[in-house]
């Protein structure tokens, strides 16, 4: 079985011990974000998680609880951007989050990190010329710590154009020389660029365009082989395996400006309150109408095969 923790909130950044509580109760509930009363209970035991797929812009309030993981299979994605508070208000000093991402490498090994660097957006202060500039020392900072940096433009939900109106699409134009300089860059600081969910268009400047977080991904960080089920993916030009999420909507307090998992800044604000680091859920508890739902969880690892 895969556990994601990222694709709705960041949790180690903001629910470490909530996290660390879920690992040692080795139990987790989650809503139905669709459904409330629907709930999809998961024992998180190290014999049927084969892997946890963390996605953080601040791992280090997880640190101290990384002992209660180190049986269970882990990705980690941490985020490293180069804006400022005006787009991620509440996100730390990046120059702390290069260092502590080289603090979190050598503690699960090179396979199991990646640096995401998305969504690039373009403006006046963020210019292609920025960007390069920018991605260039940030990998330099990095290397030797990851092999794999994500990239992606920035999508325009109906989420982020409420949020963030001045937010403007990338041009075709900037998509393809931005794509192509970042992939040198990358290359020469020992990196593979894997754009996500922006279809093949990179390929041929060097891109890998099979996805971020897939199967693959995982069986290099796990040294094993998983066969898992099939999987419709999230979108249709998304390639990664995502499924387990523990997460929950509008729970994130970085607030960038570009969250699409964001829809409403007074509903975080309440939802944070409602976080009790020993409830099941990472928001509220267990309500009399809910239909609870035990999750089959079982191993994906085939043992007939290993990787070295």
């Not at 209660?68 to 941490?78: A, H, P, R, S, T």
């Not at 309150?273 to 239909?291: A, C, H, M, Q, R």
Request: hydrophobic share 35%; charged share 25%; aromatic share 12%.
């Amino acid at each position: 079985m895969i556990i994601n923790t990222g694709q709705r909130t960041d949790i180690p950044a903001f629910y470490p011990k909530w996290l660390a509580n879920r690992f040692k109760e080795q139990v987790v509930c989650v809503r139905n974000p669709f459904n409330k009363e629907q709930v999809s209970r998961y024992r998180l035991s190290p014999e049927t998680v084969d892997v946890v797929g963390f996605c953080s812009k601040n791992p280090a309030p997880f640190f101290e609880y990384m002992d209660l993981v180190k049986e269970y299979g882990q990705y980690w994605f941490v985020t490293i951007t180069p804006y400022g508070r005006d787009i991620e208000p509440h996100v730390p000093d990046k120059h702390k989050i290069l260092e502590d991402f080289r603090t979190l490498s050598t503690m699960v090994g090179i396979n199991s990190i990646g640096w995401r660097y998305d969504p690039i957006l373009v403006n006046e202060r963020y210019t292609v010329e920025y960007h390069l500039k920018a991605f260039e020392q940030m990998a330099a900072a990095l290397s030797g710590y990851t092999q794999t940096v994500v990239i992606s433009f920035i999508d325009l939900y109906e989420k982020v154009k409420r949020n963030y109106p001045q937010a403007r699409a990338v041009s075709r134009e900037d998509k393809h020389y931005l794509g192509k300089e970042i992939i040198k860059i990358a290359k020469t600081y020992g990196m593979v660029v894997k754009p996500c969910g922006e279809g093949q268009f990179l390929s041929e400047y060097g891109a890998d365009c099979s996805g971020c977080m897939t199967i693959a991904t995982y069986e290099k960080a796990i040294g094993q082989k998983l066969i898992v089920p099939n999987k419709k993916p999230a979108r249709k030009e998304c390639a990664c395996y995502l499924s387990g999420d523990i997460g929950a909507y509008d729970s994130c307090g970085h607030l960038c400006r570009y969250c699409y998992a964001n829809n409403d800044i007074e509903a975080v604000k309440r939802n944070m309150k409602l976080n009790d680091p020993n409830s099941p859920f990472l928001i509220g508890n267990y309500n009399e109408t809910d239909v609870i739902h035990d999750v089959e969880m079982k191993s994906y690892i085939d043992n007939q095969l290993s990787f070295f």
